[in-house]
C-alpha cells in the first residue's frame, strides 16, 4: 500500500482541542445561510432569476427552489458531500476518528443521491454547485452554468465553448 504522507516523518495531526472546545466549534456550522450559500443566491438574484428558500416539502430541501421550471438547486459544502474532484481542496477525509468520521459522510453522499432521485421522479430538474466553485477569482464560469441550467431549452440561442472554456451565446 502507498504511503499516505509524502516523507517518512510526516505523521497525521491530533487535534489540538479538547473534546469539548471541539464539540463547541462544530455545533457551530450551519445548514443553511452559510457563506458560499449566500454567494449564490447573490449571484442568481442578481441575474434576474427570483426563487424559493429551503422548502421543507420537496426531498432533501432544496438550498434554491424555482417552482415555475421545476428546477431546484443545491449548494454542497466539498467537506460535508464529500465531492470526488481531484482538484478540490476542500473535500478530504479527516485522518482522525476514521471510524466515525467515514460512514457519516459516506452517508451524507447516499442520501444526496436519493434526494436527487427523488427529485427527478417528482419532474424536477436538479443542479449541484459545489462549495469550491464559488470560490474562484472568476464568477462567469459559476453565471453560465446556472444560466444554462435555469434557461428554456427551446428559447435558448445556440452555444459555443471558448479556448478558456466559458460557453457564449452565438450572435445571429
Known amino acids: 500500500m502507498a504511503a499516505r504522507f509524502p516523507c517518512a516523518v510526516c505523521t497525521p495531526m491530533t487535534d489540538t482541542l479538547t473534546r469539548e472546545a ?3 466549534l462544530m455545533s457551530r456550522i450551519r445548514g ?3 457563506v458560499p450559500e449566500i454567494y449564490l443566491r447573490q449571484l442568481v438574484h442578481a441575474m434576474g432569476y427570483r426563487y424559493r428558500l429551503h422548502r421543507r416539502d420537496l426531498p432533501g430541501t432544496p438550498d434554491l427552489v424555482f417552482a415555475g421550471r421545476k428546477k431546484v438547486i443545491f449548494m454542497h459544502g466539498c467537506f460535508w458531500h464529500l465531492h470526488d474532484d481531484p482538484k478540490c481542496k476542500l ?6 476518528n476514521q471510524d466515525y468520521w467515514k460512514p457519516k459522510l459516506e452517508r451524507n453522499r447516499e442520501r444526496d443521491q436519493e434526494n436527487r432521485a427523488k427529485l427527478e ?7 449541484v454547485i459545489w462549495e469550491c466553485q464559488t470560490r474562484q ?6 453565471r453560465q452554468q446556472v444560466s444554462l441550467f435555469l434557461e428554456d431549452s427551446a428559447t435558448r ?5 471558448s479556448k478558456d472554456g466559458l460557453v457564449q451565446t452565438t450572435t445571429r
Open 137 to 142: 477569482k472568476n464568477p462567469e464560469p459559476l
Open 121 to 127: 421522479a417528482l419532474g424536477w430538474q436538479v443542479l
Open 157 to 161: 440561442e445556440p452555444l459555443i465553448k
Open 32 to 34: 443553511k445561510d452559510t
Open 22 to 24: 471541539r464539540s463547541a
Open 91 to 96: 473535500a478530504r477525509m479527516p485522518n482522525s
